[in-house]
Structure formats: C-alpha cells, structure tokens
C-alpha cells in the first residue's frame, strides 16, 4: 500500500468493505434516497454493487436520514443541505489543494516537485479544525443579519460588482502564473475591504467580486475603498464598479433579481477606476457628506430602458475609507 493509499484509508476511516445497497439497508433506507444524499453531495456516481463504501459513509447517512425521522427537516431541505455542504467543500478543497501545491513550487527551484500527500497529511487535523470554527463563526454572523420583525436575512441591500479593467487582455499575454498571482491578489484585497468594512462576498468569478452590505452608505465607502485600493497596487488593474440598492432574491447562498441584473449592467458602464449608481440609490446617498453625485449622460440599459448613472465620488472622506494590511 504507498502512501497516498494510507493516508486516504486513514482519512476514511478505512478501506471500502460495502457496496451502496448494504449502507443503506443498514441504515433502513431506500437505494433511491441513499443516491440522491450522494449525488448531492457531489459525488461521482458508482454502481449500487460496487464496493465503495465503509461504515463512515453507513454513519454520514444515517446522520442525514436522521434529521428528517426526527422531524427537523424534510427530505428536500436534508438534500438542500447536503447538496451546499458538497459544492462548497468542493470549492474549498480545490481552492486549498491549489494553494499548496503553488507553496511548494515556489519552493522548489529545481522544477522538482515535493511530494504533496505528505504535507497535506501534516495539515489535514488543523485545517479540519479550523473549518469547524469558521462555520461556527460563519452562522453566528449569518444569525445576527436576521431582520428582527422576519426572523430572516433583510429583503434589501446593496449590491455592488467590482469588475477588474483589461483582464481579457491582460488574460491573454500575462504567464499563467502571473495572471494566477493577479487574479488571487484581486479577490483576496476585495474580499479584506468588504469584510472589514461590513459587507459580505457572494462570490468571486476570476476578474469580478459581487458582493453585498446592508445600506447604500456601506456599500458606497466599500466601493470607493476597493477602487481606491486597486489604484494604488502595483499588481492589480483599475476596477469598475456598479452599486444599487433594492429587493434581492436569495437561494443556495446568490442573491438575484433585478437589483442584481442591474447593478452588474452599471458596472460595464462605469470609467476604470470609478464606482457609479442608478438614480434610486443615489437619492439616498445625496445628503451624506463626502460623497459627491454626478449625473452622467442617460444610457440606454438592456432589460431596463433608459437609465442614467451616477458617478458616486469622495469629497474629503479619504480618512473614512476602508484600508486593510
């Protein structure tokens, strides 16, 4: 048995014994419920007679199965749940798999490679624990945004994209390897500034971040710090930003919805470098001091008609913006 064979044992707490029919009829339930769990999960499919599995797995759905005997969930919410646990597990794997493997080209200047299954065995218990205390801290954040007369998130808030300039371009004559530098120093100051400042990330798709805070004014310093925080790198392009407050639609952690749609059609409208607004969110902007409107010939905005955007500008609020180390 190598390493690799160890280790992935160890991580699964052994080697496969079980096909999918005897898990679930140990856990006394249908084939039909045990490979929808599965593939919500995100899992590639396998043959009922298989052997794939062990007692961990005979654990992981009797704990799921569980939820909804004991009358906490139905069966649909228990696959939903499922189903963001393995899409974000997912994501969050590769992200950190791909981390690492940078580390440990970075240092290996001979152009050979360490052996990888090694240091991740090293990191596994930590990296566990620390997913556990994110998710913690994650739902505690999550709770304190529940509106307190819904008991849910708030319907409105402001949606902001920051769009990277030239990235096609850059895309196309940067080194993989440079253009990867770029793209992650780009997500990880964007993500900084819109924590630090309140906001929360949706998500990020290589040059944009489409994130959300909970009033125009929020969303206005978080907008004009990242452009200002973008300027002043010597990595990274000028971003474009659109912002609009408004109702958004929320499911499987997105947020849709028109507010949405136009926010990201603002963005393509916006000079590199500035943040711009539709004529809504700007009223509410117009009485706070340090912030300057100005209005900018009408466009022509599909799925809209005619709009006119707003260029949002600081006045003397360079103190008030958002600056991470």
């Known amino acids: 048995m190598t390493n690799r064979d160890e280790f992935t044992s160890h991580l699964l ?6 096909r999918r029919r005897e898990v679930a009829k140990r856990v006394g339930v249908s084939l039909l419920s045990a490979r929808k769990l599965w593939r919500a999960l995100g899992f590639p499919g396998v043959d009922d007679e298989e052997v794939a599995f062990n007692d961990t797995d005979r654990k992981a759905l009797e704990r799921a199965v569980g939820l909804v005997r004991h009358d906490l969930i139905d069966e649909e919410t228990a696959i939903a749940c499922a189903r963001a646990l393995g899409q974000t597990t997912d994501r969050l794997v590769s992200w950190q798999i791909e981390a690492l493997l940078e580390f440990l080209a970075s240092r290996s200047p001979s152009g050979v490679p360490e ?31 529940f509106d307190a007369a819904s008991g849910r998130p708030a319907d409105a808030v402001t949606v902001c994209f920051a769009d990277l300039v030239s990235y096609t371009r850059l895309s196309r004559r940067l080194p993989r390897r440079e253009l990867s530098r770029l793209v992650q120093r780009f997500e990880g100051l964007a993500s900084d500034v819109v924590t630090a400042g309140g ?6 798709v ?24 973008m300027a ?45 607004t539709d004529p809504g969110t700007a009223k509410a902007l117009q009485n706070h001091p340090g912030i300057e409107l100005v209005a900018q010939r009408p466009r022509l905005v599909r799925g809209f008609g005619q709009v006119q955007p707003l260029l949002v500008a600081p006045m003397g609020i360079s103190d008030q913006l958002i600056t991470v180390d």
Do not use: C
């Not at 040059?207 to 990242?226: H, K, Q, R, Y």
């Not at 990274?236 to 919805?257: A, C, K």
């Open 206 to 229: 290589g040059d944009e971040v489409l994130f959300i805070a909970p009033d125009e004014m929020t969303g206005a310093l978080i907008a004009l710090s990242i452009s200002a925080r």
């Open 199 to 204: 906001g929360r990330v949706i998500k990020t």
């Open 13 to 18: 707490g052994g080697p496969w014994t079980l």
């Open 115 to 145: 052996d990888p299954i090694k240091l991740i065995e090293q990191l596994t218990p930590e990296l566990e624990e620390l997913l556990l205390y994110s998710f913690r801290r994650q739902l505690v954040a999550a709770i304190s945004r």
């Open 232 to 276: 002043d790198d010597d990595v990274v392009p000028d971003v474009r930003v659109g912002m609009v407050h408004g109702p958004v639609l929320r499911s499987l952690g997105d947020v849709y919805g028109n507010t949405v749609n136009l926010a990201s059609r603002l963005t393509s409208l916006a000079e590199p470098g500035t943040v711009v």
